[in-house]
């Protein structure tokens, strides 16, 4: 409780712990200069609390591999460092040690996929990880307004209903993961103006219809897709013609059987070559008097061979 003392707190790291209980609310009210705030990894549970949304100076939010549950609270989107670019801010947005320290910490934080340690740059990064825990609800549509957030990991929760549809208006993401929840809907057409998003998994969720068509969405591998009911590039999937997946059929002819596609040209030749081989062998397995006449044959054949 003591740690509320320190006012003037720009960065509390107590991830990889034990620790337990619900993320205290005095934290966005008694320290209002946060820059960065990493809870990962703990057995924290509740809810997140709506003060946090009150730390204006806050550029990362770690809060990933706990117990947390609710939904998301709407006023995340008040996180006015993340609503800025790096090179958007006004001169004397920040105060104490922002402009002359650029920071002495260093963070490990998962960006793209993979865990990276930041120490010169930190000061660079905006990031929200909230993954790994039990969030439920939706996204909700405030979070678009983080024009200057560069990684935004929701994965591993219990979220449904739709993809934000103004999700494009948050131009400087580089990083986007939604994966394993339980999103419905189309994938917005204004994802497509994400030009910076270097790194994107929407995977394993209930999205349906055709993925919008941009150099930066078509780019992506296969798998960023996987495990819903889209269609269209770079899927093997294709589109009707209104842009819904044609059930179970890919470009090659093929049924999908979880995820796979099954070339049945291919098993009809296998299948014709087993049966026309064992249509010949069976009857001389069978049959002593068949292999005789089948030796004798082929004796008399050598013989003829032989005089030629």
Request: aromatic share 10%; with cysteine; hydrophobic share 35%.
């Amino acid at each position: 409780m003591s740690i509320r003392n320190c006012t003037t707190l720009e960065t509390l790291d107590v991830g990889e712990n034990e620790l337990v209980g619900n993320i205290p609310s005095w934290m966005g009210r008694n320290l209002p200069h946060l820059k960065i705030l990493s809870l990962h990894s703990n057995k924290l549970s509740g809810h997140i609390p709506r003060e946090l949304c009150t730390l204006s100076f806050l550029l990362v939010l770690d809060v990933a591999h706990n117990k947390l549950s609710g939904s998301l609270p709407s006023c995340i989107g008040n996180l006015s460092a993340m609503v800025y670019s790096v090179n958007g801010f006004p001169r004397n947005y920040y105060s104490f040690t922002y402009i002359s320290s650029k920071f002495t910490e260093n963070l490990f934080l998962v960006m793209k996929g993979h865990l990276y340690e930041y120490d010169r740059i930190l000061y660079l990064v905006r990031a929200l990880d909230l993954s790994d825990n039990h969030l439920s609800g939706d996204i909700p549509s405030e979070i678009t307004g983080l024009q200057g957030l560069q990684s935004l990991n929701l994965s591993h929760n219990l979220l449904t209903k739709r993809i934000p549809p103004n999700i494009g208006n948050m131009c400087s993401l580089e990083s986007l993961d939604l994966s394993v929840n339980k999103l419905r809907g189309s994938i917005p057409e204004s994802m497509s103006r994400l030009s910076f998003l270097s790194y994107l998994n929407l995977s394993d969720n209930q999205l349906t219809g055709k993925i919008p068509s941009s150099t930066q969405l078509q780019s992506f591998d296969a798998s960023s897709y996987a495990r819903n009911e889209l269609c269209g590039l770079p899927l093997m999937e294709k589109c009707n013609e209104v842009n819904q997946r044609i059930p179970g059929i890919g470009n090659n002819g093929g049924k999908d059987i979880d995820g796979d596609k099954v070339n049945w040209l291919f098993v009809s030749m296998v299948l014709g070559f087993i049966l026309g081989f064992w249509s010949v062998l069976s009857p001389l397995v069978i049959s002593r008097q068949w292999r005789y006449a089948y030796y004798e044959y082929l004796d008399e054949m050598w013989r003829k061979s032989q005089s030629l």
